[in-house]
């Protein structure tokens, strides 16, 4: 290899350290906001009343977070990064304070619709702004600032919900996004500068709304099949129907537009097909194991919800310790080297909680989750970057969002996948209580089918094909830093 020319500083005391401090605060409003309200929904609940309808807290946030992702990645390539950011963030805190002032649960429900909304620009944003900014190289280190965000949500999120719930001031769990909000948005406003190509685009409008529509029927029918109905009902095919009718309509419309918002040729990419898979289904993965791994310990041997959310948190504690680690694996061995060694430690972990499934511990539990978040960090990371890394800077917004819209389908999949899995094997007691077998064998269920989405995703990093690593390629222009490198190809 060619010497090297010293790479731009990194950090956030470095020229772009405002907009990497940015990017961690709007990627921190995402990281609490998936983990501080559960702990709080027993006294949300008591206050507004409506428990049966909880499960809606998340699942529309989910669903209007994952609808939103493709069209402001659009956006984001055609009109700039900065105002679609910022527009995520506005709509994030008026969603943040609505949901504050909340007088039922119906109302809460469709206040969490527009923080998903807002929540659907953001974290696609965040790391396409810093593919733009930042050299592959540089990634690298920077990926120790953004992965930071994620652990220490892992630990303050939990930790705030509780404090909040025990003071009965739940509200505070929205409020508290206002300054980090207020703050970010400034950030950016004031340090983040960009060239955009000034030109007349043509709007996918009827593109975007098929392919909005389309995503929302189905990923709801996924969502609600089995659980606000059956799946062999009338509201079923109906749901299903329809969205599999306008996601049609969407591809035709598609293939014909100027500027579409799904490009159909990146589904002809074999590097995009296989990095969308894998973090579809890492997606699903995540939420099988978040979803039941502290049912299966409370319901088993009476964990304690604190201590079973701690074993929990083991996994979202090596996610980012890997992730870390990750730039030096990839710019050492390439992309796809490193996902590999990512699905050895997932397999690892996923079958040893399988195989220790009959016997449950806290201890056992916290292990393999780690384990198992280390596999995720070594392959969540490197696979968008290889997707990234090849894409240009008018399409790196979808590329991106791509990404992210297939782990969030694949959460939404998983969890109706495995909640059917649960439910048939689950049973109660004449006292409403869940019977300590039944939950060992219908946990045990879960986490069997989550090792055979792990091999799915195995058999989608073999497949995936060797992307050279541009080590030193140049920020994008307008940026801060640009000019740092040349493009250099690893010998």
Known sequence: ???????????????????????????????????????????????????????WLFSIYLLAQAVAVPVYSKLADTLGRKPVMLAGIALFLLGSILCGVAWDMPSLIAFRAVQGLGAGAIQPLAMTIAGDIYTLAERAKTQGYMASVWAISSVVG???????????????????NVPLCLIAAALLLRNFHESVEKRKHRIDYLGAALLTGALALLILGVLEGGQAWAWASTPSFVVFGVGALLLVAALIVESRAAEPILPLRML???????????????????????????????????????????????LTLGWPIAATLSGRLYLRFGFKRTVLT????????????????????????????????????????????????????GERGVVTGLNMFARSVGS?????????????????????????????????????????????????????????VAQREAPAAGAPGAGAGEAEQPA
């Open 342 to 393: 990512g699905m050895v430690f997932l397999m690892i972990g996923t079958l040893a909680l399988v195989a220790t499934a009959g016997t449950p511990s806290v201890v056992t539990v916290a292990i393999t989750a780690f384990v198992t978040g280390l596999g995720c960090g070594l392959i969540a990371t490197p696979s968008l970057l290889a997707a990234q890394s090849t894409a240009s800077w």
């Open 158 to 176: 939990p930790t705030l919900g509780g404090v909040f719930a025990q003071l009965d001031a739940w509200r505070w769990i929205f409020f508290i």
């Open 412 to 468: 939404a999949v998983g969890v109706a996948v495995f909640g059917a899995i649960a439910n048939a094997l689950i049973r109660t007691g004449a006292g409403g209580e869940q019977v300590a077998s039944s939950v060992v064998a219908g946990s045990s269920a879960v986490f069997v089918a989550v090792v055979v989405v792990a091999l799915l995703a195995l058999a989608a990093a073999v497949a995936m094909p060797r992307t050279p």
């Open 268 to 314: 002809r990419s074999r590097l995009l097909v296989t990095t969308n898979l894998i973090s579809l289904a890492i997606g699903a993965v995540v939420l099988g194991l978040t979803s039941y791994v502290p049912t299966y310990l409370e319901g088993s041997i009476g964990t304690a919800p604190l201590l079973a959310g701690l074993a929990l948190a083991a």
């Open 1 to 55: 290899m060619s010497g090297a020319a010293p790479v731009a500083g990194v950090g956030l005391r470095s020229e772009r350290g405002p907009i990497l401090l940015a990017l961690m605060l709007s990627t921190g409003l995402i990281a609490i906001d998936s983990t501080i309200l559960a702990t709080a929904v027993p006294t949300i609940t008591r206050e507004l009343g409506g428990f049966a309808q909880f499960p």
